[in-house]
């Protein structure tokens, strides 16, 4: 039966990067056709987004790796199928992590120049990554979150509408007072200082030669992304696709939103970049 | 506690996770595997099957949790298997990967949602599989009859309105919505009230329920050394479902054939809240746990 079937390696490779205590889970997707000089690492959203997010992030890379660019997706510390826990949850460790796998995607590919997609919070994280190491020619920077103080805001709002609509009861917990939690994962309060003090828009250092500020929220506008870029003399652009359902929790897991569009979008401003 | 990355010959080349316990697999215990949740890829709701794997890794358990065909990050088939056929194939085959990469030979199939139904349909046809543990389980009792699951479905739907509404321990908290007028009191009512109507006249497939004998195949398990575990969240429809098929007395029939039932108060289908994940990694954790005593003399 599955003689003609499993061809899952030719498009992908699951593996773990460094030693067991701290790995973290990554896809790599071989340039198909042509290999491109310069390859991509996806930096994925946090929390219930991620689980969201994850069948988009796959078919972004496909698509990537179908016009030739070799393509890294990874979990960060402590999400999804990566080693740790909440308590590994900060910005700092998640911007190592990115270094790791970007210094990954170099040695499964042999590629001369680095990429970073990042989306929401993972953009945020990409963005301070790449602003402290430098050297990075493409970024694509997908509804970042600016104001770690308004997301959190965001956030807690759609807590508090799933606390009020899904059939949950706080007041069962057998320890008592409300945890801090957001959407079915905790909130450390180390990762809210973080995002309180987050500034992505006051970068400090160009981030990379080219970027792509995309915007699908319009409640969270990003031309002040784009202005700071600029500023920092990154060449870039600004796309708005708007979606404002792609980031509502959802309980359905049959509910799964695909921007197709957005992907086509980073696709094309890929392969248009100056050789 | 080890985990690797593997990928499995099968269907349209499935990837998956193997958890390990620091001190290698115990050959006494039985080797678990998740399986998908709806669309949800292989680390399930809010992350709930690597937790649950890694909790159950402490106690000395290996895990596999993978993604079927289509999903997550396995390849998409390129046959014409139906696909309620090929995601129970593709379990019995990641059964054996594991088998072939461990030895292992006694397994507990764990899912959540489509993911329970499904464990129950392969344990039926797979002599390794010792154990399951049906998380929100739907529509896996009754057969293959589509008229009977038409039936089952409204009747499910009708009694989930009238429980939610007036029984389970949300009641007050959804009639309070209703006052503010923040959920549509006439949404609930039609559900509650139309589709008894229809089957009182006939009209609906609901208006009778064909025979059938929903413990039969729990029972064919149990007499073949499976441990049942059936565990609901309050807020589940399945929960209906359940009690819809077995009447009412669910717990205790199935109690009556050795299989064991749980009911999570105050939990949402997906285990939204942290405690219910707590109290979900814990329930599974003790029933696994008992895999590891000695069988009891008959």
Known sequence: ?275 | MIERAVQIPSGGGLVGITTEPGAGRDPELPTLVFLNAGLTHRVGPSRLHVRMARDLAQQGFSSLRFDWSGLGDSGVRHDDVPVGESIISETREAMDFMTRKTDASRYILIGICSGATVSFLTAQTDQRVVGVALINAQSHLHGDSAELGEALRTRTITRHSYRIALRSSFRSKNWRKALQGKISVGGVLQSMLMAPVRALLGRGKGAALPAMDPVAQVRALRDRGVRVLHLYSEGDEGLDYFQEVLGGQGAERMAAIGAETEVMLGANHVFTLLWTQDRLTAAVREWTRSFAKPPAAE
Not at chain 1, 2 to 27: D, K, M, R, W
Not at chain 1, 199 to 212: D, I, K, T
């Open chain 1, 1 to 275: 039966m599955s003689a003609v079937n499993h061809p899952a390696s030719a498009e992908l490779e699951p593996f773990y990067i460094g030693p067991a205590a701290t790995q973290l889970f990554a896809c790599y997707h071989p340039p198909q056709g042509e290999a491109h000089p310069l390859g991509f690492v996806l930096c994925p959203p946090h929390g219930q987004e991620s689980i969201q997010f994850h069948r988009s992030l796959r078919l972004l890379a496909r698509l990537l790796s179908e016009a030739g660019f070799p393509v890294l997706r990874f979990d960060f510390r402590g999400c999804g199928d990566s080693m740790g826990d909440h308590e590994d949850w900060s910005l700092e460790n998640w911007a190592q992590d990115v270094e790791r796998a970007l210094q990954a995607l170099e040695e499964k590919s042999g590629v001369s120049s680095l990429g970073l997609v990042g989306i929401r919070l993972g953009a945020s994280v990409a963005l301070a990554a790449a602003a402290a190491r430098g050297g990075i020619e493409a970024l694509v920077a997908w509804d970042t979150l600016l104001d770690g103080g308004e997301f959190l805001a965001e956030a807690r709002a759609q807590h508090q509408n799933m606390l009020a609509h899904a059939h949950v009861r706080v007041d069962m917990d057998p320890e008592g007072g409300p945890r801090s939690e957001l959407l079915g994962f905790p909130l450390p309060m180390a990762l809210a200082q973080d995002l309180e003090s987050m500034a992505p828009a006051e970068l400090q250092s160009c981030p990379a030669r080219h970027a792509l500020v995309l915007e699908s929220f319009a409640r969270f506008p990003q031309a002040g992304l784009r202005q700071r870029l600029q500023e920092l003399g990154t060449d870039t652009a600004l796309q708005s696709h708007e979606n404002p359902h792609l980031w509502a929790w959802t309980e359905d897991f049959a509910r799964v939103h695909i921007p197709r569009k957005i992907l086509e979008a980073i696709r094309h401003w890929a392969r248009e970049l100056p050789s």
